[in-house]
C-alpha cells in the first residue's frame, strides 16, 4: 500500500518569505515515482516535478527546489522568495506505476 | 507540450441524469487514462484506470455500474456519472500515459478537470 503524508494543511507566508512544504511517504515498492503538482483556484493540476527512486540528487528550478532523502522516506519542496502567484494548493505524490497516490495537499498563501 | 482535454470543463445537471466526461489526448496516444475524483477542500482520490480495448479497473470502493468508463481509443477515454445525485458533485480529472516509445514516453498529463454541479 502506498502512503503519502502532508503534515502541513496551510502555510502563510509573507511575499519574499522562503516557505517549505513536507511530503513523508510509505510504500513496499523499491521502484517508484514521487511526484509535485500545484493546484491554483481554477482546478488544473501544474505538473512541477518526477523523481525516480533511485535518483536522489537534489534538485534546483528557479525558485523551486526539493530535496528527496530515501533514508527518511521524505521528499521536501522549498520555494525560495516566495510570490503572490505561488499561492495553491501543493500535492506531492507516490506511484510504482502511474497510479497516483496523493497526499492531503498543503495550501499557500502568499500574502503581499 | 503534450495536451490532455477533458470536457465539459462544468456541468449543471439535475439529479437522476447521466452525465458523460470525456478526457482526450490531443497529440499522442495514450494506453493507459485515469481517472481521478476531487471533492472541495480534499485530495484527488484515484477511482479506476481506463486501458484501451479492455474494462477498466475501479478501485475499492468506486462502484462500476455508477461511474461507467470506455476507453474505446487510444486518443479517448470518457466516464459517465450515471443516475447522478448531489453526493457526485465533485472535480473530476483524467491523466493519460503517453504510448511507450512516443517523444514522451511513459509520462504522465493531466486533463483541466470537469466540475461537477447535482441539483
Known amino acids: 500500500a502506498q502512503k503519502v503524508t502532508q503534515a502541513q494543511t496551510e502555510i502563510s507566508v509573507v511575499e519574499k518569505e522562503d516557505v517549505t512544504l513536507d511530503c513523508v511517504y510509505e510504500?513496499?515498492?523499491?521502484?517508484?515515482?514521487l511526484f509535485w503538482y500545484k493546484q491554483p483556484p481554477s482546478g488544473e493540476l501544474v505538473f512541477l516535478i518526477r523523481r525516480n527512486s533511485f535518483d536522489e540528487q537534489n534538485e534546483i528550478s528557479g525558485r523551486y527546489s526539493w530535496n528527496f532523502q530515501k533514508s527518511t522516506s521524505s521528499f521536501n519542496f522549498t520555494i525560495t522568495a516566495s510570490q503572490v502567484v505561488d499561492s495553491a494548493v501543493y500535492f506531492c505524490a507516490l506511484s510504482p506505476d502511474y497510479k497516483l497516490s496523493f497526499g492531503a495537499g498543503t495550501t499557500v498563501t502568499v500574502r503581499a | 507540450g503534450a495536451v490532455v482535454s477533458q470536457h465539459p470543463s462544468w456541468v449543471i445537471c439535475k439529479s437522476g441524469t447521466s452525465v458523460k466526461i470525456e478526457c482526450r489526448s490531443l497529440?499522442?496516444?495514450?494506453?493507459?487514462m485515469f481517472w481521478y475524483r476531487q471533492f472541495p477542500k480534499q485530495s484527488l482520490m484515484l477511482m479506476a484506470t481506463?486501458?484501451?480495448?479492455?474494462?477498466?479497473?475501479?478501485e475499492q470502493g468506486v462502484e462500476k455500474d455508477k461511474f461507467l468508463i470506455n476507453h474505446a481509443s487510444l486518443t479517448l477515454s470518457t466516464l459517465t456519472v450515471t443516475s447522478a445525485h448531489p453526493e457526485d458533485s465533485s472535480f473530476y480529472i483524467c491523466s493519460a500515459r503517453e504510448l511507450a516509445g512516443g517523444p514522451s514516453t511513459g509520462e504522465l498529463f493531466f486533463g483541466e478537470g470537469s466540475r461537477l454541479t447535482v441539483l
Open positions: 510504500t513496499r515498492d523499491t521502484t517508484y515515482y
Open positions: 481506463s486501458n484501451e480495448g479492455s474494462k477498466a479497473t475501479y
Open positions: 497529440d499522442f496516444q495514450a494506453t493507459t
